[in-house]
Nanobody
């Protein structure tokens, strides 16, 4: 089992920045690929970004490319999502996820999920 706890969400004005963190516990963190998804009200869950054990990354929607950066610190068992130039359309609940396979994130699935953290961007 892998337990995931997100933090760092909140209310920010458009153009601002937030850094989300996801602390993992349980099995060997460094073996897992980690990812971020988001779900806005009334919309389907959307893949945002993922990173494997060696630092290779994948990004989802074109709307976040160049603004969001995923990273990880294996010594701290933590994955981060740095979000810059935030827009109101980035408002969503952001979920951290873990899976041994990097490729599954683009298909929208993962073995382990956190509870989510709310990000609200005001205009």
């Amino acid at each position: 089992q892998v337990q995931l706890v997100e933090s760092g969400g909140g209310l920010v004005q458009a153009g601002g920045s937030l850094r989300l963190s996801c602390a993992a516990s349980g099995r060997t963190f460094s073996s897992y690929a980690m990812g971020w998804f988001r779900q806005a009200p009334g919309k389907e869950r959307e893949f945002v970004a993922a990173i494997n054990w060696s630092g290779s990354t994948l990004y989802g929607a074109d709307s976040v490319k160049g603004r969001f950066t995923i990273s990880r610190d294996n010594a701290k068992n933590t994955v981060y999502l740095q979000m810059n130039s935030l827009k109101p359309e980035d408002t969503a609940v952001y979920y951290c996820a873990a899976d041994l396979r990097l490729g599954v994130f683009q298909a929208g699935s993962a073995d382990y999920w956190g509870q989510g953290t709310q990000v609200t961007v005001s205009s």
